[in-house]
Structure formats: structure tokens, C-alpha cells
């Protein structure tokens, strides 16, 4: 399992995904029918990236996003959608 709770954690583990598969950048992008260039910028900087990317990514890789309960959720302004 592999928590996540930042952009930065996020950003290892979806490296640290893909060299344990054993692939480099552009293995990966070939996979999935995309550039070098989009898979760096895609662990670079996940905060900016589709969900539906970052599932595909995770999916390619022979994994799945789970969601799990924390705890009680933390005090904080609400936000308008």
C-alpha cells in the first residue's frame, strides 16, 4: 500500500511505480501512447495532471487507486464547487 497525501508523495510513488515494473520514462509513455516528455511532466507535477491520466498511469503499471478512511475528517472552511 502506498499512502498518499501531498503532490510530493504522489509524485514518488508513481516513480517509484514505474522502476519497480523496471521501466524508463519512455517504455512507459510507448505503453501508453504517449511521449517521454508527457510521463516526466506527468511525475513531475501530478497536481496538474487528470485523474484519468493518473489511473491510467497506475493501471499500466498493474496497480489500482484505493480510497480508504483516514479518520475523522479535519476542520475546514467549506468550499464552493
Do not use: C, H
Amino acid at each position: 500500500m502506498y499512502p498518499v497525501d501531498t503532490p510530493q508523495q504522489l509524485r514518488f510513488v508513481l516513480r517509484s511505480l514505474r522502476q519497480s515494473r523496471g521501466l524508463t520514462q519512455a517504455q512507459l509513455g510507448e505503453r501508453m501512447g504517449v511521449s517521454q516528455k508527457r510521463i516526466a511532466r506527468i511525475e513531475g507535477a501530478p497536481e496538474v495532471t487528470s485523474y484519468d491520466q493518473i489511473a491510467r498511469i497506475v493501471n499500466v503499471l498493474g496497480y489500482r487507486l484505493v480510497a480508504i478512511e483516514s479518520g475523522p475528517p479535519q476542520a475546514r472552511e467549506p468550499t464552493a464547487w
